[in-house]
């Protein structure tokens, strides 16, 4: 049984030089750039208070924040159903579904990811969702509805961008989460599929009473590291002026020139998606071995 870990003399020593290298190289940055550290002004970008309301509103780097948020959430709702159904498509015994799981993530997996935000862009936000109506849909939608839009997506004005950048996004994160369904399905030996066909199980309850719990368990991590990487992976919506937590940090540098300031903040922010949904997955992932 694995012993617990314990803080000694030398992890004591190994943190107090980390802490001095920080201070260091902010101190060095300082004076060798001649950069004045302004951090106060990155904060009134997060919230800010409005004297008109007399409330804090989130700023911009805060409605960056949030917009990320909706993104990475609805990107993850729809790239792990493709991906299960495409995964599972590649481990069938017919050859269609196999070919057509293939094609979907070949073609996927070796374009590069900013030549599909462009292509979605383009075409399904600029040519199919303006001949489906999509934004004058939006737009057309009573006061209340364009509330709950804009609060779960994005304003109506700007629902075909952030509508195009979902649906692109959970395609990209879709075919890795489909090579990791396959490889976790493959991966359980071939004993227990003999044992359910000798048990008289059907290839469903075979899938849902022996070789699914299974993948799921040798899965997890690689899907949680896949689900994480759809959260940093939104920031190149950043290109076609979705305003998300990137394009906000760009667009602040470049009014206030607080390079570090903003680019720390983003990461500080970003940490904060990543690291509960790094530390839930492991949680998830220890209780399932149990």
Not at 38 to 62: E, N, S
Not at 246 to 253: A, I, N, R, S
Request: with cysteine; aromatic share 10%.
């Amino acid at each position: 049984m694995r012993g617990r870990a314990t803080f000694g003399a030398l992890d004591l020593a190994l943190l107090l030089c980390l802490c001095g290298g920080l201070v260091w190289f902010v101190n060095k940055a300082g004076q060798e750039l001649d950069y004045s550290w302004d951090f106060g002004t990155v904060a009134r970008y997060l919230f800010r208070h409005d004297p008109a309301r007399d409330a804090w509103v989130p700023g911009m780097l805060a409605q960056g924040f949030f917009t990320t948020l909706r993104l990475s959430v609805w990107c993850v709702l729809l790239a792990t159903p493709i991906g299960v159904a495409a995964g599972l498509a590649r481990v069938r015994k017919g050859l269609l579904p196999r070919a057509l799981g293939r094609a979907y993530v070949e073609s996927m997996r070796n374009v590069p990811p900013l030549v599909l935000i462009f292509i979605g862009y383009f075409f399904v936000g600029g040519q199919l969702f303006s001949a489906l109506g999509v934004e004058e849909a939006a737009r057309a939608l009573p006061p209340s509805a364009r509330s709950v839009l804009t609060f779960f997506a994005a304003p109506p004005e700007r629902s075909a961008a952030f509508f195009s950048a979902v649906a692109t996004l959970a395609l990209y994160e879709g075919a890795y989460v489909a090579e990791i369904v396959r490889a976790g399905v493959l991966s359980i030996e071939r004993g227990q599929r003999d044992a359910a066909y000798a048990l008289g199980l059907s290839p469903w309850q075979e899938m849902r009473h022996v070789v699914g719990p299974q993948a799921v368990q040798r899965m997890l991590p690689a899907l949680a590291g896949q689900l994480i990487s759809a959260i940093k992976d939104s920031a190149i919506v950043s290109v076609i002026s979705i305003q998300e937590l990137t394009f906000q940090g760009l667009q602040l540098m470049a009014s206030t020139y607080l390079t570090f300031e903003i680019w720390i903040t983003i990461t500080l922010l970003y940490l904060a998606l990543t690291l509960p949904c790094s530390l839930a997955a492991r949680k998830l992932e220890a209780r399932l071995r149990h």
